[in-house]
């Protein structure tokens, strides 16, 4: 049974999208064995959002942040993947590359159920005017939301991924007690 590990990379903010592509590209063209051809992949998040006038878009979720995955980290794979368009290190360092795991895994799990774009969350208010998430991305992550903007139908996390404190948002739509208690699906 194959065993992948995941890796954090920072790239430059803005950067992400074309980084993923010229990693597929480099690595394509580098002598890499087939099998690290196979299974090396990158993963970069982004989230579904809506502005003030409730149209959707996309922007990343982690800002210079990538994710890699792959089953063996060799040097060829990490010499290959230094030279790749706005990469600038492995996290922690490229001298002390780590893989992800422990919390920082549960949380990269979480993300990984919604696939890369990670869209709306359904939400609810309880009686104490809680946060109570029944569906979508921030599952799982209602012990880490820091700020709630109801308006604009955010919510803010914070985490600590890789030895880094994150904040981002994720969008919610507020739905009624009567729909939280119907099966999710």
């Given amino acids: 049974m194959k065993f992948m590990k995941w890796y954090c990379l920072m790239v430059k903010s803005g950067g992400e999208e074309s980084f993923k592509k010229d990693f597929d590209e480099t690595i394509r063209k580098a002598r890499l064995s087939q099998k690290t051809l196979s299974e090396a992949k990158i993963t970069f ?18 800002p210079g942040y990538v994710f890699m995955s792959t089953e063996n980290l060799d040097a060829a ?17 490229n001298a002390d590359i780590v893989h992800i795991q422990g919390k920082d895994m549960e949380y990269l799990s979480n993300l990984l159920k919604f696939g890369e774009t990670q869209g709306i969350s359904k939400a609810y208010f309880d009686q104490n ?18 700020k709630v903007n109801r308006k604009q139908g955010r919510a803010t996390v914070k985490i600590d991924l890789c030895n880094n404190e994150i904040k981002f948002d994720l969008a919610f739509e507020e739905i009624s007690l009567s729909e939280s208690a119907k099966p999710a699906g």
Avoid: D, S, W
């Fill in 77 to 93: 794979l990490v010499a290959a993947t230094k030279k790749c368009q706005n990469f600038y290190h492995f996290l922690n360092t």
């Fill in 129 to 146: 005017q809680r946060i109570v998430i029944t569906k979508g991305p921030l599952t799982g992550f209602e012990g880490k939301i820091t």
């Fill in 45 to 62: 998040f982004k989230k579904r959002m809506k502005n003030a006038k409730k149209v959707e878009y996309e922007q990343a979720l982690f």
